[in-house]
C-alpha cells in the first residue's frame, strides 16, 4: 500500500517534568481531560460495537473503568498538588513508573490499559493527536496502537499501520488484520524516521517500511498490487471449488470466527463450514452480562450463515489474557467454566436451544484431564434433558468435542478420543506450552516454532489417537496458516483446517496442487529432523521440486 504518512500523537515523545505556581489549574485541567478522555472512550465504544460486536469491549470498558476510578483521578491530582507539576508532567511520571514494573501476565493487561488511558490524557493536556483525523487515505504511524485505537479506525481512510513495538500475534495486530489493513509491527523506529506527509510503502506481507520511496520502487510495487489483484481474481474462482487434492483426498477448510460482521463473508470467503466460533467476545463486557437469550441469538446467526456445513462453537475460554487478575494456566477454559458452573450451565443451555437451526458442534476449550471432560459432558447432558422435559425441541445429532492444548491433552489423546467425537489441536497454546515459552517479540521466544519436529511428532501422535477410535481432527491458530506446515498437515492425516477467512482461498489453491501420496516420504524425513531450520528447508525444497506452482508466501 502506497500512502502518505499520518504520524500519531505519542510518536512525540514522552514530556518532560514541568513546575507550575497554580495547582488549582492544573487540577482543573486533568480532570478536564478525564471528562474528555471518558467521552471519547464511550464513543469509540459504541462505534465498536456496532462493527466489532463485542470484540474489543473489554479493553474499552476496563479502560473506562480505570478513568472514572476516584482513585486513580485522586492519585495524579495529589501529585499534582504535592509535586507543584503540570497535569502532563503528573501523568507522565505516573505512567513511567507503572511502566518500571515488571507485571505478571495477568497484570499486563491493566498496564496496557493503563498505558492507552495515559497517552490519551497526554494528547488532551497537550493538544497532540491520540485519535487519526483523517481527510485522505494514511499510513498510520505510531509507538504503538491499543485495540481501543484500532477501534476507532475508519477502513476507508486508513490505509496500513507502521508500529515500533508490538508483534504479529498482539491482539491489536490481530484486529488490525481482521479490518484487511497492511500492518508492518515491531520496527522500534518507525516513528523517528517519519515525517506528516511522507510518502510511505507498506508491505504487510514481507514487513517491510519504505519511507520516501524511490520512483522505480513506486513502480514496482504498483505492479505487485496489480499481480495481486489479479491472483485475487483467480483465488476468487475457488470459492465454490471443493478442497480435494491432485490424487483425490478430500479435505474440509473452515472458517475461524470472531467478529459477527464475518458471518456475512463466509460464502464469498469459501468456508466449508466454522471450524472455530469464538464465543467468549460475547462475554466480554463486566457491566452487562450477556443473557441466555442473547447468546441464543447470536448461535443462531452462527448456524443460519452455513446452513449446509457443521459449526464448531467453542465454550468461552476468558483466561488471563482477558480476565486481568485471573492466573494463565489455572483460570481458564473448562477449569475456570467448572468453578462457576452457573455460567456453563447458561451458555450451555442456549447452545442446545440453537442446535436445531443447524450443524452444531460444542468445543470445550483448555481440558487437561479426563475428569474434567467427563464433567462437562455430565452437565451438558443434565442441561439437555431439562430442555426436553420442559418441551424445548434440541438437535438429535450434536457433536461435542474438545481443544488439544496441553502436552497433558497430547499424551491422553487416545483416553479422549473414546469420549470425544472430535479433536481440534488449538496450535497457538500447544507450541507455547510445550516449549514452555509464550508468543512475543523477544529474542528469547526463539523455541516458538510450529515446524519444530517436536509439534509435528505431537500432532501426528494426537491425529493418530482420534482416527483410531473414528474421530475427525481439526486444527486451528497460527499453524494452520504456515504455508510450510500446510502440506505435513495433510500428510499426517489431518481431517480440517480452521483458518482466518482470508486464508481459506490460497490454502485451498495449495491443497488442490499437492498429492497425499507424494507427500509421504516428506513427512517421514521431516519427522526424523532435529530442529525447526532443517524442517523448513526440507519442504522448501520439496515444494520446489514437486509443486513449483505453490505460492509460499504468507498472507499478511
Known sequence: MIAPVHLLGDAKGPVEQQITTDVNHEVERLHDSFRITADELTQISRQASANYGNEVQETLQAQLALINDWQFQATLSRRVVSEKITAASAVQAYLDEQAGLTPSRAQQARLTSLQDVGHRLLGHLLDRTTMPRLDHRAVIVA???????????????????????????AHSALLVAELGLPAVVGTHSATTQAAEDMVAIVDGEHGKLILQPTPQEIDHYQRLAAQYQRKQQELGALATATTVTADGSRYQIAANVTLPAELKQLAQAGAEGIGLYRSEYLFLDPARPVTEEEQVAAYKAALLAMPKHRVVIRVQDLGADKQPGANLVTDRGIRRLLAEPVILRTQLRALLRASVYGQLAIMFPFVATIDEFQRA???LD?????LVAAGHPVAEQLEVGMMIETPAAVLMADQFAKYADFFSIGSNDLVQYLFATERTTSPLNHHYSVLNPAVLRAIRQVIQA???EGKWISLCGEMATVKLAQPLLLAMGLDEFSVPLAAILPLRQLIRSLSVRQLQPLVKKALALENDDEVAELVEAWLA?????ADLKQPD
Do not use: Y
Open 466 to 468: 482420534a482416527h483410531a
Open 143 to 169: 509507538h504503538q496502537v491499543s485495540p481501543s485505537l484500532v477501534a476507532s479506525f475508519d477502513p476507508r481512510l486508513v490505509a496500513g499501520v507502521v508500529t515500533d513495538q508490538g508483534g504479529a500475534t
Open 382 to 386: 443434565q442441561e439437555k434433558r431439562k
Open 377 to 379: 459432558l455430565a452437565i
Open 545 to 549: 521440486k514437486q509443486a513449483p506452482q
